[in-house]
């Protein structure tokens, strides 16, 4: 309670005993029905019982670890586009997510007319809307709508300006 869980967004447990993370999930659910809950699970099977306990995602390295091995033998050029756009800090080329606000030049436009990749030479590989499922490479009339998240592929310095732009710090769309 002294941690503010009744205010909390969203709560990260990851101890090492899953029936600690059971139990640490259901009483935050309990006292905060809106949190979002992401739950570490050490051991196979411990997922199943996370969701049961009403957490929103559930971390595992079992089933993280078996997909990643099997990608990287099935689909090794994907793995390796994935880790240049998600991991070294030395690599430009950087995947990231933001809100567009309702002060945003971006909102009431669509990809085309907005000219995120001509301007920016960011890609807009995904679009989630109010919550809802990620629209994946959405078309050039899609719209772009206050509250939407984009899901980017760039350089991070264009990122970074067009995160300004998103938030409507800036207006150098």
Request: a negative charge; glycine letters at 8%; one cysteine or more.
């Amino acid at each position: 309670m002294s941690a503010g869980i009744r205010q909390a967004k969203c709560l990260i447990t990851a101890v090492t005993s899953d029936s600690a993370n059971v139990y640490i999930t259901l009483t935050a659910r309990g006292l905060n029905q809106d949190l979002f809950v992401l739950a570490w699970a050490s051991e196979e099977g411990a997922e199943i019982k996370l969701m049961r306990a009403v957490a929103n995602k559930v971390v595992s390295p079992y089933t993280i670890g078996a997909s990643r091995m099997a990608h990287a033998l099935l689909r090794p050029s994907v793995v390796d586009f994935i880790e240049i756009a998600t991991g070294d800090d030395d690599i430009q080329l950087q995947l990231e997510e933001f809100k567009v606000s309702a002060k945003s030049q971006l909102a009431g436009t669509t990809l085309l007319t907005s000219d995120i990749r001509k301007k920016h030479g960011i890609i807009i590989v995904g679009i989630r809307k109010d919550g809802a499922k990620i629209l994946f490479n959405p078309g050039s009339n899609t719209a772009i709508d206050a509250g939407d998240t984009l899901i980017t592929l760039g350089e991070r310095i264009a990122i970074q300006d067009l995160e300004l732009v998103a938030s409507g710090e800036s207006s150098a769309l």
